[in-house]
């Protein structure tokens, strides 16, 4: 009998070791490295040689081709379609990932049921929960009465077992994959082992089942998905639900879809009764913004094909000694130092004897470069005392020099400000290289600018204005 040997595996890539590191030299991770234990067995992958007539020659065939478009199965939840690019694809695999509590078993409830209500047969394995608290779940969202099957299991044998006689399955939700266990591998549950054959053991019978299959999984304490990365690679789509628990919207983003588009997000609203679909999130980030208060600024972004209309807000509090203090929330700290550097070098503003605090209204994290501006729009404002513009957006790049660079699909930008009603835009200057003309909406003007020294000229001239137009003057 062969004797079991260990390896030892990185959690985040994947990467193999003879012995434990504490630091991972593949990835930089550190605490990553666990062990595993891995049978020795004859073959192809322990550099042994291949039986003699078990091996077949694999077809190729020409790049040139066509192929129909994927047939889709609505979920019925618009919001969660528009992420998946239009639908679940049969054969598919999707992983589903978020924080504890953000509502992940919420939305695949409320989608299972509406799958299931539309004639097709929905299988929820739950690992986590008993069947009674799945029950419970649905009677509080309203879906006691769904066609949709319940078990609840641990076992991959089992689950394979019966999802091998399921061949008229539309959709089968694992939740979730952290609890699934093979008793061929000598190991706990959640282990990297342990998810790594699972999860390749339901996507292939997925393939083969002709079912699509969604997968949830846990994440670590910095918000990455748990478990080695090679699950990422071997799904079709993964999908980030985020949130802050002290707001009600839940925005559900695709990080990697080969089915569509990424960066698709979708925002949800959570409720006593379930999560609701939010069809105009711009309307919604926007419900509470006062006009009148410096400090703040609306940017018009983009995500994926959405665009997004948020409230940037800024607030400068003196720090007379020590080194200033620079809070951020929804957007990236390294890139508002950045920024800030930029105002005092470029354009003389004086921000190294007060502490920044920037903040994304909403919940929303902002990536997308083309924030530069509104960002920038909304420290000019805080540091002049001087109100922006409320019925203006912002939108474009900030370089190192100060120059404000143009940025993808500004015409779609400025659509979504004209339908909520804005009457302006501040936006880059067009350069003559060739560029198509921009459409801007008729009734919206455009403020075109070149430099940040622009904008700091713009706000500081209305702060000007307003002192001699004053009772002092």
């Not at 399921?166 to 609890?179: E, F, G, K």
Request: proline share 5%; aromatic share 4%; glycine share 12%.
């Amino acid at each position: 009998m062969a004797k079991a040997t260990t390896r030892f595996v990185c959690s985040a890539c994947g990467a193999v070791y003879p012995k434990w590191e504490g630091r991972c030299e593949a990835c930089g991770e550190w605490n990553t490295v666990v062990e595993e234990a891995i049978p020795l067995a004859p073959g192809i992958a322990h550099g042994g040689k291949a039986k003699a007539g078990g091996t077949r020659r694999i077809p190729f065939v020409a790049l040139a081709g066509s192929a129909e478009p994927p047939p889709r199965t609505p979920s019925g939840i618009v919001e969660l379609d528009r992420v998946l690019g239009g639908g679940l694809v049969p054969s598919s695999a999707v992983l589903l990932g978020g924080d504890p509590g953000i509502g992940k078993s919420t939305l695949l409830l409320q989608a299972a049921a509406k799958i299931a209500d539309s004639g097709r047969r929905v299988l929820y394995i739950s690992g986590e929960e008993s069947i009674e608290q799945v029950r419970l779940r649905a009677r509080r969202l309203g879906v006691a009465d769904s066609r949709l099957e319940l078990a609840a299991a641990i076992n991959l044998r089992d689950i394979v077992a019966s999802l091998e006689g399921a061949s008229d399955a539309a959709l089968v939700v694992i939740d979730s994959i952290q609890t699934m266990w093979l008793d061929t591998i000598e190991s706990a549950p959640g282990t990297v082992s342990q998810v790594r054959a699972c999860g390749f053991e339901l996507i292939r019978l997925a393939k083969a089942g002709r079912f699509a299959v969604v997968l949830v999984g846990h994440v670590t304490k910095d918000g990455s998905l748990a478990g080695p990365r090679v699950l990422e690679h071997m799904v079709d789509a993964v999908l980030h639900f985020e949130g802050d628990r002290g707001h009600q919207f839940r925005i559900l983003r695709g990080v990697k879809n080969r089915f569509g588009p990424t960066d698709e997000i979708g925002v949800f609203e959570m409720t006593e009764t379930g999560l609701a679909e939010v069809p105009n999130p711009s309307a919604l980030f926007l419900a509470e913004r006062r006009g009148n208060v410096s400090g703040s600024a609306v940017f018009a972004g983009l995500e994926g094909t959405r665009p997004v209309l948020v409230e940037v807000q800024c607030l400068l509090s003196p720090n007379p000694g020590g080194a200033p203090r620079r809070s951020v929330i929804g957007w990236d700290s390294g890139r508002l130092s950045m920024l800030l550097a930029v105002l005092e070098t470029r354009c003389g503003l004086k921000l190294n004897a007060s502490d920044v605090y920037l903040n994304i209204a909403g919940g929303l994290r902002i990536g997308e470069p083309a924030a530069d501006l509104a960002v920038a729009a909304a420290v000019v404002s805080a540091a002049a005392d001087v109100p922006t513009d409320p019925a203006m957006v912002f939108f474009g790049e900030v370089g190192l020099s100060g120059e404000v660079r143009q940025v993808a699909q500004a015409e779609s930008r400025l659509k979504e400000a004209q339908k909520l009603g804005f009457a302006a835009a501040c936006l880059p200057r067009r350069v003559a290289r060739g560029n198509r003309p921009l459409f801007a909406p008729e009734g919206l003007a455009l403020h075109e600018i070149g430099h940040l020294g622009d904008l700091v000229a713009r706000l500081a001239g209305k702060r000007s204005a307003g002192k001699e137009g004053g009772p002092d003057a």
